[in-house]
């Protein structure tokens, strides 16, 4: 479970975002044609969870970051290098 800090960064930084989201979107959020509609929903969705990532990892380098957000599956760890727990990894062959 996430501490009471995370929790407040997270809802402060989609606070942020989806304010400037909403500023710019606001026609698409209010829009009459439903797929306009779940798209710009889905963008303020994309944003929630950006949040959380953001907020949850604040322990990891910023390329390791990005990809978590992303969705890309994370490297194995190499020798020297550490993974999100601090570990560190093993040399592969």
Do not use: W
């Not at 989806?18 to 606001?26: K, L, P």
């Not at 949850?56 to 957000?69: F, I, K, M, N, Y």
């Amino acid at each position: 479970m996430a501490k009471d800090d995370t929790i407040e960064n997270r809802v402060y930084l989609f606070e942020s975002l989806a304010s400037s989201y909403i500023s710019a979107a606001s026609e698409l959020l209010s829009s009459e044609d439903e797929a306009v509609r779940a798209r710009a929903m889905r963008a303020l969705a994309d944003l929630a969870y950006l949040s959380c990532v953001v907020s949850d990892t604040g322990h990891l380098s910023p390329e390791q970051v990005r990809q978590r957000a992303l969705g890309a599956p994370e490297s194995t760890p190499t020798e020297g290098d550490e993974d999100d727990k601090g570990r560190k990894g093993k040399k592969h062959k």
